[in-house]
């Protein structure tokens, strides 16, 4: 019998204890074990739940039960959830997180306790939601060089972007709704402003190239100033506007990361990931493109990927799995790296050319550059008075 404790029951936590229950049967089938919730630990009371004897308010319980090997961490945040999880690491149990705040700020301390203690510290919930991707990353990929990672990583604002474009939803009702679906952060200021796919994609650069990039030391641009009207030309001209997170490590060494709207065009495979769905793509230099699709939030999905670390840890008590990562890499800002640009505004193709060199016009007023740095773009979006500057995939 595996006994597990579970922290926090918000949308995550009480998708783990429902994932334990109605699959109960075919976890034991296929581990050899069963699972048992031994604990719930939240600030909140539920009366009425069926997991009311298993609620516990006090941390020292289930940190002091020799019993518990596997506690999930679903708490959120960078406070209280970093002070359990060292605790709870060491007091010598496997740590499993959907919390990626905690694992993009805090990873590379806790991933060392949990080396020193011998257990593991898994978050494989943190990126993409539901989506496998962390591991495939870290193991099934781990004969490539990693030379790009690229996609949409956050649920929430993906959402947001296909009711309005599709459903012609406003954007604050769009929101509520993400919110209603337990989509979104609890200050979902974190999803709207690329936060929440910032601190992804520097968990994904970290296990690609084993350097930590924090994600204070990228950009990180939202959905606020994405206008309907770029949406529209966009989708005329055979592009969609999608929240990228990007890390890339160029031939000349340089590494780089950054979250930032972009025109996808839509013959690639991440144009058409709508809705709370997250799609990836990683290239390796052997493999080439990989994609990952599903699920980017919401409580089954993500629960599905904290299990999958829970079933691990257990599968890894001797052999602990030893993935991490070390000093900090240093980043090239994302501005300095040439990339394709649009912008639109009330100027000619002629004055676009003149400025930007060759350009692909989408319609009156709006083109694409070839690929030039943010600087250089801004001063020709200035000369030109552009009224929209978005960066091309
Ligand atoms: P919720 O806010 O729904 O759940 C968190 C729960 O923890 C709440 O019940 C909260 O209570 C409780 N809590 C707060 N403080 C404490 C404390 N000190 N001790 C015990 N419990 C506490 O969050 P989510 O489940 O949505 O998210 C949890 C984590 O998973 C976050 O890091 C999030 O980013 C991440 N995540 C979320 C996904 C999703 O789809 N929602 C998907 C992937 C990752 P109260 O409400 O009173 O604060
Ligand atoms: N708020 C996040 C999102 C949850 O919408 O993607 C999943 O990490």
Redesign the pocket.
């Known amino acids: 019998m595996l006994h597990i404790a579970i ?7 009480a998708g783990v204890a429902e994932v334990v229950r109605m699959n109960a049967a075919s976890i034991a089938e296929k581990t050899g074990e069963e699972v048992n919730v031994k604990y719930i ?4 009371d539920f009366p009425d739940s069926p997991y009311a004897d298993k609620m516990i308010k006090d941390f020292a319980i289930l940190e002091s039960d020799p019993e518990v090997e596997v506690v999930v961490e ?4 960078a406070k ?1 959830a970093l002070e359990f999880t060292r605790r709870a690491l060491q007091a010598g149990k496997h740590v499993v997180t ?5 694992v993009a700020t805090h990873g590379k301390e806790l991933l060392s306790i949990a080396k020193a203690r011998g257990v593991n510290y898994l978050f494989e ?2 990126v993409g ?1 539901g989506i496998p991707v962390l591991r495939p990353l870290f193991e099934d990929l781990s004969a490539n060089q990693i030379e790009e990672i690229v996609g949409i990583l956050n ?1 929430t604002t993906n959402y947001i972007l296909t009711r309005m474009v599709k459903g012609g939803v406003s954007f604050a009702d769009a929101l509520k709704e993400a919110q209603s679906k ?2 979104a ?2 200050d979902p200021t974190a999803d709207v402003e690329g936060i ?1 796919a910032g601190r992804k994609i520097c968990i994904l650069s970290n296990l690609a190239w084993g350097k930590e990039v924090l994600p204070q030391s990228i950009s990180m641009e939202g959905i606020s100033a994405i206008h309907l009207q770029d949406v529209d030309i966009a989708a005329k001209a055979g592009y969609r506007i999608k929240l990228l997170g990007r890390a890339l490590r160029l031939p000349d060494g340089r590494q780089t990361a950054y979250v930032a709207p972009h025109l996808v065009p839509e013959n690639c495979p991440i144009a058409v990931v709508d809705d709370v769905f997250n799609g990836i793509i990683i290239r390796g230099n052997a493999v080439g493109d990989v994609m990952f699709y599903g699920r980017g ?3 089954l999905p ?1 629960a599905s990927a904290v299990m999958s670390d829970v079933l691990d840890a257990a599968a890894h008590r001797q052999n602990r799995r030893d993935i991490g990562w070390n000093e900090s890499a240093e980043i090239t800002p994302a501005g300095e790296i040439p990339m394709k640009w649009y912008l639109r505004g009330s100027f000619s193709s002629e004055d676009a050319k003149t400025l930007c060199g060759e350009v692909e016009v989408l319609s009156s007023g709006a083109v694409i550059t070839g690929a030039l740095t943010e600087a250089q773009t801004k001063d020709a979006a200035e000369k030109l008075g552009a009224a929209a500057m978005l960066r091309v995939l």
Request: glycine residues 26%; without cysteine.
């Open positions: 922290m926090g029951f918000g949308t995550v936590g630990l939240d600030v909140r679903s708490i959120g945040g209280v959907s919390n990626k705040e905690l919930a943190s939601g649920g337990g989509y952060e609890a929440d939030a919401g409580d993500t």
